[in-house]
């Protein structure tokens, strides 16, 4: 009895202990949620109707939920107040193309393959958990149309490609701006002027590159500064203008800064990560690539990426016409793409341009044993996410065979026609039509959203984080943009409707870092991006600051996603700095919800320089 009730008195005792301490933490709680925070600009809710009320999504979300945003953060110890700034020598990172990782890990890439060039991502332990600051100045970037031929030099304050590419009008330093006049290595007089030359060369009529719309994606490789890129969006052409991140280390940050469609990338081992028969035309203007080496596995992949009958434009410099060492190359080249049953269809100077066959019919008359060999059966030529290229030629479908062509009807119409190829992946023409509707509507949305903060050259840049058939790119027809479509890597045989769309895009794993600059878009669209994240078990905050890293100051996210997780990234928001403006609505459900999805629209603050100095 005695042992009884010493078991009782120690349990009452635990009682009033606990229920103490339960009090005390109450105290505090309540101490902390009375002290005062700063307040969150938001969109006007008179500015969208006298009732605050969205008629396609529904309502705005009330205060009281970004009041929660704040209580959150103080009783939430998960949630940073505040997320560090990386050191100023980081304000170009680019995590996965950083050569000091090479060397700090002590990989041995072969350098003769270009390998340093291609991603090394670092190790989870040596991410950089800190958010990218601007250079020192930095200022918002010049509008398109002008940023085409301007950009302020304290933005990307790297002047020497200026000075090596003087005699080849790359760029000119003018005061605070650099100008870029149009000149190419191949082209000193303009690239207008070139692509004219191009056009007269294959005899398309009104000079026109686009030759009735029937080129659409270009693959510029070797790219510079990308001026051949600008100057052919005035064709109604689109280029993916490639470099890698070379000893010309900031030409694609030029481009991007110029709001010209661009990417960081190299014909290295992999596959470039397009689908393939992606472009009407590839295009090499003295790109300084050895087209020949192991068996001429660089001219196929460009092989690999090219439609039916596309074409493949290579200027070699003149000062190297009489040049004995640049006869033998060609030489070699003119045996080799006669092999691949390419033919010359126009040669002038030192300008040539080569076909593709139409059909099979040419790779099936060759002699048995002749190089290079067709690919295997089962070699998908549509999966790209670091597969390495293979040295054989990529047969037609049996399809495009027997039609000679890709079946594409001439841009613009192919942007809402459909894709033959839609079969290829399950969809039907309906559900295609009908994912196009829904994403005009869901676009005419952000818009109206964001009315009362964006002005018409707002946006240039714009990427698409979770692309599915394009139809968010395919909504902003109207508008002065361009898109990057990101495949998520699981998904990345989407991509080549995106690109039978007659719009470009790229497979990436956001589990990793993007490969491009820090701030060159002004705006990303995440769709079911941050929950797709959680389920592969990678880290949503890892995911928020390489947004950030892309996002430009000044620049919008709007993520779509389930409500636990747009609940999630709202606590984020004030660390992020991205509390410059926010919208966030409650959305009906339409044909593509899979279940209630909410939209959270914020936008970037343009940190001062108290901020960045901290």
Not at 295 to 322: M, N, Q
């Amino acid at each position: 009895m005695k042992q009884k009730r010493e078991k009782i008195r120690i349990s009452k005792l635990l009682k009033y202990v606990l229920m103490g301490f339960v009090g005390v933490l109450g105290l505090v709680c309540l101490y902390y949620r009375s002290t005062s925070v700063p307040g969150l600009r938001r969109s006007d809710e008179e500015s969208s109707g006298s009732d605050g009320s969205d008629p396609v999504l529904g309502g705005f979300a009330r205060s009281r939920d970004f009041d929660d945003l704040f209580e959150d953060q103080e009783l939430n110890p998960e949630v940073p107040k505040s997320i560090p700034i990386c050191d100023m020598k980081y304000s170009e990172l680019i995590p996965c193309l950083d050569r000091n990782l090479i060397y700090q890990l002590k990989l041995k890439p072969n350098l003769t393959l270009m390998e340093h060039y291609e991603r090394h991502c670092p190790p989870p332990e040596r991410r950089y958990n800190c958010l990218v600051p601007p250079p020192k100045g930095y200022k918002i970037p010049i509008r398109w149309p002008a940023s085409r031929d301007e950009v302020w030099k304290a933005n990307i304050p790297h002047t020497h490609l200026a000075e090596e590419k003087s005699d080849q009008h790359w760029m000119v330093v003018n005061g605070e701006k650099i100008n870029f006049p149009g000149g190419g290595t191949h082209f000193h007089d303009g690239a207008d002027k070139y692509i004219v030359a191009l056009s007269r060369m294959l005899k398309f009529p009104s000079d026109k590159l686009h030759n009735g719309g029937n080129i659409r994606n270009v693959l510029d490789v070797g790219c510079g500064v990308a001026s051949f890129g600008a100057y052919l969006l005035s064709h109604d052409i689109i280029a993916m203008s490639l470099a890698p991140n070379d000893v010309h280390e900031n030409q694609i940050q030029f481009a991007l800064e110029r709001g010209i469609p661009s990417t960081l990338g190299v014909l290295g081992t992999k596959r470039l990560p397009y689908p393939s028969r992606s472009f009407e035309l590839a295009h090499c203007s003295r790109c300084r690539i050895d087209w020949l080496q192991r068996d001429g596995i660089l001219l196929l992949e460009l092989d690999r990426l090219l439609r039916p009958g596309g074409y493949f434009v290579y200027s070699s410099p003149e000062a190297y016409a009489h040049d004995a060492e640049n006869r033998r190359i060609w030489n070699a080249m003119y045996d080799l793409l006669r092999r691949m049953c390419w033919k010359v269809v126009s040669k002038k100077d030192q300008t040539v341009i080569w076909a593709k066959p139409l059909s099979n019919s040419c790779y099936l008359k060759r002699s048995p044993g002749t190089r290079p060999p067709l690919c295997s059966s089962d070699d998908d030529p549509d999966l790209t996410w670091s597969v390495p290229m293979k040295a054989c030629i990529s047969p037609y479908s049996a399809k495009m065979h027997q039609e000679k062509g890709s079946g594409l009807v001439p841009w613009p119409k192919r942007l809402t026609a459909g894709s033959p190829r839609l079969e290829d992946i399950g969809v039907s023409p309906e559900q295609f039509h009908q994912d196009t509707s829904i994403w005009q509507a869901r676009v005419n949305d952000y818009w109206k959203q964001m009315k009362s903060v964006v002005q018409k050259n707002s946006f240039r840049n714009v990427m698409d984080m979770n692309s599915n058939l394009g139809g968010f790119a395919a909504a902003l027809k109207d508008k002065d943009v361009w898109v990057m479509n990101v495949a998520p890597a699981h998904m990345s045989a989407r991509l080549k409707i995106i690109y039978d769309r007659g719009l470009i895009g790229t497979v990436h794993d956001w589990c990793e870092a993007f490969s491009t600059y820090p701030r060159t878009y002004d705006l990303l669209h995440a769709w079911k991006v941050v929950s797709e994240i959680e389920e592969q078990g990678c880290g949503v905050e890892d995911l928020l600051i390489e947004m950030d890293r892309i996002l430009r100051p000044d620049g919008f996210v709007i993520i779509r996603d389930k409500s636990s997780v747009i609940n999630h990234v709202r606590k984020f928001v004030t660390a992020l700095r991205w509390d410059g403006w926010l919208s966030e609505v409650e959305p009906s459900f339409d044909g593509l919800s899979a279940s209630e999805e909410r939209v959270l629209i914020a936008r970037k603050k343009l940190w001062d320089e108290e901020v960045i100095a901290i």
